[in-house]
């Protein structure tokens, strides 16, 4: 497994490739993204085997789609925009749906308030199966910390969870997709 990290000051994704021994090769394998990329993902989002990179950035409204195309390189984002004007984090990749294809859910906030002070969403990309997504879905959800994607109910649905800073409560949100 190879390990993939984002270089909030350069910009870029950059990926250490594991030479099976326990340990990385020295030079990374480097691509632009986004302005000051926060978090990634990286999930099958188009069923051919291999990771894929999802970015979202603190300086940008889009989700970016890189996908792996096997020689080490990755195509070009596909872009997708999410509540104008937010920045995202803690970006997670999970089949919410129950469809076999992973779902990226993250949380967005309005860069103009103080963090973590400012109202949070829940933003999630439902998975169109060809490693396209359908658009946004999102919610408010109060001041909240990272999502926690799994199935707290028993139903073999993925649910999320989130921490509520005013309350110092936890909310759950129940997958209701059958």
Request: hydrophobic fraction near 40%; proline fraction near 6%.
């Amino acid at each position: 497994m190879d390990l993939a990290f984002v270089s909030f000051t350069d910009g870029e994704v950059a990926i250490l490739s594991n030479n099976g021994r326990g340990t990385f090769a020295r030079e990374l394998t480097r691509f632009a993204t986004q302005k000051h990329p926060r978090r990634l993902a990286a999930p099958d989002v188009n069923g051919d085997g291999r990771p894929d990179i999802v970015v979202v950035a603190v300086d940008s409204s889009v989700m970016e789609v890189f996908v792996n195309r096997a020689d080490g390189t990755f195509a070009a984002a596909a872009d997708y925009s999410f509540g104008a004007g937010n920045w995202a984090d803690d970006v997670t990749a999970a089949d919410l749906d129950g469809d076999g294809h992973p779902d990226i859910v993250f949380l967005t906030w309005d860069p103009t308030q103080p963090f973590p002070g400012s109202p949070t969403r829940l933003a999630m990309f439902m998975n169109a199966g060809d490693g396209t997504f359908h658009p946004e879905q999102a919610f408010d959800i109060g001041r909240s910390a990272a999502p926690t994607v799994a199935d707290f109910n028993g139903d073999g649905l993925l649910d999320i969870a989130v921490r509520d800073f005013d309350t110092d409560t936890v909310s759950l949100y129940f997958a209701n997709c059958r």
